[in-house]
């Protein structure tokens, strides 16, 4: 998934160590350009991600790439939205999912899968009615 905003808070950093090693949790919230602008907090897990936005400046428009998380914890469920990228907004530019690839899923290991190309001509043209069989040239049965 993808939201438009304008960057207006970077979230202190999180590090902690596991059996895997070192690890760093950050964050940063955006406000959308609609309407009724809202304010959207994301998360980066790891080094690479937080590092995406580290240099970006406040106040800037940027396009997040995320996935919608959620988990339950006694009895209470909690939504969290996982940044995968960040960019710089620009105006015009065709989104990720219009290039030719679609998300193939959320595991990092598998290759973008190549999108569905449109076909050339559609199947059926509406411009002209489809003819009808004149009566005693059809073969049904009955």
């Not at 991600?49 to 400046?57: N, T």
């Not at 790439?65 to 006694?74: A, K, L, Q």
């Not at 960040?86 to 598998?110: E, H, S």
Request: charged letters at 20%.
């Amino acid at each position: 998934m993808e939201i438009t905003g304008r960057l207006i808070q970077i979230l202190p950093n999180v590090e902690g160590d596991s059996q895997r090693g070192h690890w760093v949790r950050g964050g940063f919230v955006i406000e959308t350009g609609d309407d009724y602008p809202r304010k959207v907090a994301f998360t980066a897990f790891g080094e690479e991600r937080v590092a995406m936005y580290r240099d970006i400046p406040m106040q800037s428009m940027v396009t997040v790439t995320f996935t919608p998380e959620s988990r339950e914890f006694n009895e209470r469920w909690y939504t969290d939205l996982r940044c995968s990228r960040i960019q710089p907004f620009v105006p015009g530019q065709m989104p990720p999912a219009a290039t030719g690839y679609a998300w193939a899923g959320n595991n990092a290991n598998q290759q973008a899968a190549p999108a569905a190309q449109p076909a050339a001509q559609p199947a059926q043209s509406f411009a002209q009615p489809p003819q009808m069989q004149s009566a005693g040239e059809d073969d049904l049965p009955f």
